[in-house]
């Protein structure tokens, strides 16, 4: 069974730092992209970043770009989202989701997300 | 960037019935790359449908995509209790990957 778990979220300040991890199992790490995703408050789904199966491919969304760094530990089965300079509208649950063996892909797989709230 | 509307807003209906939901693009999606999620309250984002009419692993067969070009649509034949949520389109033909605004069923 594929299990995704996420950690790292909190309550920051505007301007801090964070990391989120993201835990994985129950499937081949080594072979599949990864991607970050979030949910604002009241708001929809919104893509922030994905990375290759190597980590040697990155893609962020613009409203992250310079920001956000994502990466990957393949000798962990973990992925992590280092998130810098954050603002207030960062606030929102991060999801972690696989994103195929093969990209561009849709995001089989999500776990249930870790709660960032960005507020002084 | 490829700007997906998803309509109604709202969806209000009762167990049994059908459900339409409609989820448009600014432009083409070669190779119907489309994708539909349920999103449940405090729960994980679930994969539905792919490349636009595959069912993912383990979905149920009251769940249809189809589509093509620029318009899509998921269709829920009789809804059960626990499809009450809400429901996103996502295209992953081009960078940056975008999502619809989402379509709630609600009883």
């Known amino acids: 069974e594929v299990q995704l778990l996420e950690s790292g979220g909190d309550l920051i300040q505007p301007g801090g730092s964070l990391r989120l991890s993201c835990a994985a199992s129950g499937f081949t790490f080594t072979s599949y992209a990864m991607a970050w995703g979030r949910q604002a408050p009241g708001k929809g789904l919104e893509w922030v970043s994905t990375t290759s199966a190597s980590g040697l491919t990155t893609n962020y969304a613009d409203s992250v770009k310079g920001r956000f760094t994502i990466s990957r530990d393949n000798s962990k089965n973990t992925l992590f989202l280092q998130m810098n300079s954050l603002r207030a509208d960062d606030t929102g649950v991060y999801y972690c989701a696989t994103y195929g063996t093969r990209p561009p892909a849709p995001f089989d797989y999500w776990g249930q997300g870790t709660l960032v709230t960005v507020s002084s | 960037e490829i700007v997906l509307t998803q309509s109604p807003g709202t969806l209000s209906l009762s167990p049994g019935d059908r459900a339409t939901l409609s989820c448009r693009a600014s432009?083409?999606?070669?190779?119907?790359?489309l994708a539909w999620y349920q999103h449940r309250p405090a729960q994980a984002p679930r994969l539905l449908i792919y490349?636009?009419?595959n069912r993912a692993t383990g979905v149920p067969d009251r769940f249809s995509g189809s589509g093509s070009g620029a318009d899509f649509t998921l269709t829920l034949s009789r809804l059960e209790p626990e499809d009450f949520a809400v429901y996103y389109c996502?295209?992953?033909?081009?960078?940056?990957?975008?999502f619809g605004g989402g379509t709630k069923v609600e009883i």
């Open positions: 432009q083409s999606l070669a190779r119907s790359s």
């Open positions: 490349g636009a009419s």
């Open positions: 996502q295209q992953y033909y081009r960078s940056p990957l975008t």
